[in-house]
């Protein structure tokens, strides 16, 4: 009778049972998969593969890339009043009703007194704006948000609709009218440094050229409806 403490029987003891463990799982897993096929109708479709992401045969054609061919096409195209009247519509699509009002406040050749503040550093020189393009042209043009008109004229400019002129003594009175303005009053408090007074710059404010012909070209005679 062999050793039942023998290495070798133990090891083959192992084997066996592993095996059989394997073999009795086995058996059950190929019967519950019998079992659930048996379940299924015959013409069942059998579930298909997600497939992986596939990059689309067409581009999508709202690319920068496109966009810059269509911009170039159209442009070969564009006659000058065209291209003119494109413009016109992409400049008033930036406008909101009270920048329009002002453009209408000036379109009749008038200027309007707008003032800038500024700061000093320690050398006197000047420093920061702390308040830009206040101007009376709100009051001129009845605004609904006056306090909102030095970013209306700021964004005019920036569009190239109206522009800066030197100071003009004839508005001598208005411009004291505006230098009393709340918000002109406290830029020069907040500017002021001691005995430095804030640097006050004067302007006027007047319909550019480009303006003047978008001014025409929307509400003339002749403006395309």
Known sequence: MGNSQDPLNLVVGMATGAAKFWLRTSIRTQEQLMSWLGDQPDDAPVPAARPLHVAPENPDPDTLSSKMRGLLDRALDNSTSSSQVELF?????????????????LSDGSSSPLVTVHDWTRRRVQGRAVLENASLIGRTANVALPNMVPTYVSHLLSLGLVELGPEDPDLKDDYEVLMAESVVLSAMKTASRGPLAAKVDKYTLTLSGLGQTLWAATTGPDAPP
């Open 89 to 105: 519509h992409h400049i008033l699509d930036q406008l909101v009703a009270d920048e329009a009002r002002i453009l209408g406040a």
